[in-house]
Structures are given as C-alpha cells and as structure tokens.
C-alpha cells in the first residue's frame, strides 16, 4: 500500500488544510493519478491537524472521486502521520468534504 504524507501543505503553524490550487498542487506533486494505478492510498495527516477545508479536499481528490465514486472510501485511507485512526471530528469533516465533492458534481 501506498501512503503521502501531506504535512507540507498546509501553511507553517496552521492547523487546517486550505486553498484549493494547494490541493491541486499537492496533486500533482504526489502523484496521484500514478499512485491510484498501484491500489490503495494511505493519506498521512499530522497529528495537529484539525480539518481540511472542502476546496482544497476537492482541489487534490476531485478527479479521484469523479472516476472512483464511492470506491473513493476504499481506495483512501486517511490516518494520522504516527498511523493512528483520525479523531471524530476530523473523520467527520473529511467525510464532509466527500460530499460536498460529491454534491458538485451532480
């Protein structure tokens, strides 16, 4: 299994992930659409994170999410960088952003 750390963007001393050209960017330099060829992705947050805005969420995941659906959940899976589960509230907003993806492109 495949796993990008994606600590690097976010802004120093932030807590949330934001800006979607950052999210495209982050895209891009991770290889995305040649690692989703491989299986599944293993997205490595830190630990002080407390929630990743929807347009960069959508910046660096759209094009998964319109080619995979709802396979999008099995083939990512978010943790924290020490590999342990994320907490309520950041599993809550992640799956937040999904749909507010999701709802855009219907």
């Keep these: 299994m495949n796993s ?8 120093a001393g932030a807590r949330i992930f934001t800006d979607r050209d950052t999210g495209i960017r982050a895209r ?3 290889g995305l659409d040649s690692l989703e060829k ?6 490595l947050l830190p630990e002080d994170t407390w929630g990743v805005n929807p347009s960069f969420f959508g910046g660096m995941f759209e094009t998964s ?13 978010f943790q924290y960088t020490d590999g342990t589960e994320l907490n309520d ?14 709802r855009g492109l219907n």
């Design 65 to 77: 999410i319109k080619t995979m659906g709802n396979k999008f959940r099995q083939n990512y899976i």
């Design 38 to 43: 491989k299986g599944k992705i293993v997205v």
């Design 4 to 11: 990008v750390n994606i600590g690097m963007y976010k802004e």
């Design 89 to 102: 509230s950041l599993r809550e907003n992640i799956e937040s952003d999904y749909d507010y993806v999701m």
């Design 28 to 30: 891009k330099e991770l």
